[in-house]
């Protein structure tokens, strides 16, 4: 289907867009956004937080509202306002023209922190989530450590989105997480989910292939039909990819 986009769209803002949503509503004032953030009750901020992003999206740059937004929606413990703050954070810009990150981000960073601790599973996942789409070094860089904690987690919603985070972050950044292909080997023996299991054989396939191979030769000697169809996927994935680089290995 089709996407509308009202307004042209600078270039740093569509390096910032995961998402495009239509808004075909009247558009408030900042100031009417403002007010309704700081001084409505939880309902009235999901609203308003729902058109800051929507007009964001669609070519009204919103990002003089953060600082009211960190006051004022970042501290409430409702999980639909936190979800909307993660996809207002997604959207906007981090960084100045210069690349530095912005001083607010400080206060996100700890948000962030909190929440891949917090005692809610949908919490921790959604943020894991997020991670997997920031850019910015230095936002990443602190979080690093809460991040693999969550490889341990007791819940599979938050070890399958730890994996594709840890994925994320290495992939991008690999000076973080030095030994994330060791960790990711060793999650992947240990780990019982099979959506889990393959985030974490995938990230070795795209970034340690040796150990992904040494984990495909362990996995055949074993009774792999109970394995999951995913799962098995991604084994014929990197047996294909061999074939055709390593003839040889064929056999």
Request: charged share 25%.
């Amino acid at each position: 289907y089709q996407r509308r986009v009202h307004g042209v769209m600078s270039q740093t803002q569509e390096s910032q867009c995961t998402q495009l949503i239509f808004f075909d509503g009247a558009s408030p004032s900042q100031k009417e956004l403002r007010e309704a953030l700081e001084k409505g009750n939880i309902e009235t901020k999901i609203d308003n937080m729902k058109k800051v992003i929507m007009l964001h999206l669609n070519g009204e740059p919103q990002s003089a509202l953060t600082m009211t937004i960190i006051r004022f929606v970042l501290p409430s413990d409702d999980h639909t306002l936190k979800k909307l703050l993660l996809y207002f954070l997604e959207i906007i810009d981090k960084t100045d023209s210069q690349g530095r990150l912005l001083p607010e981000m400080i206060l996100v960073c700890n948000f962030i922190r909190n929440d891949l601790q917090h005692p809610n599973e949908y919490v921790r996942g959604a943020t894991l989530r997020f991670i997997c789409k920031l850019k910015e070094e230095e936002l990443i860089e602190p979080l690093t450590d809460s991040v693999v904690s969550n490889l341990d987690h007791r819940n599979v919603y938050v070890r399958r989105n730890a994996a594709l985070a840890v994925f994320s972050v290495y992939q991008r950044f690999p000076r973080l997480l030095p030994d994330a292909p060791e960790i990711m080997e060793r999650f992947l023996e240990n780990e019982t989910d099979i959506s889990a299991k393959r985030n974490a054989f995938i990230m070795l396939f795209n970034c340690s292939q040796e150990r992904a191979v040494r984990y495909l030769r362990k996995a055949i000697d074993l009774d792999i039909s109970s394995s999951g169809d995913i799962f098995q996927l991604a084994l014929v994935d990197l047996l294909k990819h061999l074939c055709k680089t390593n003839p040889q290995e064929k056999s």
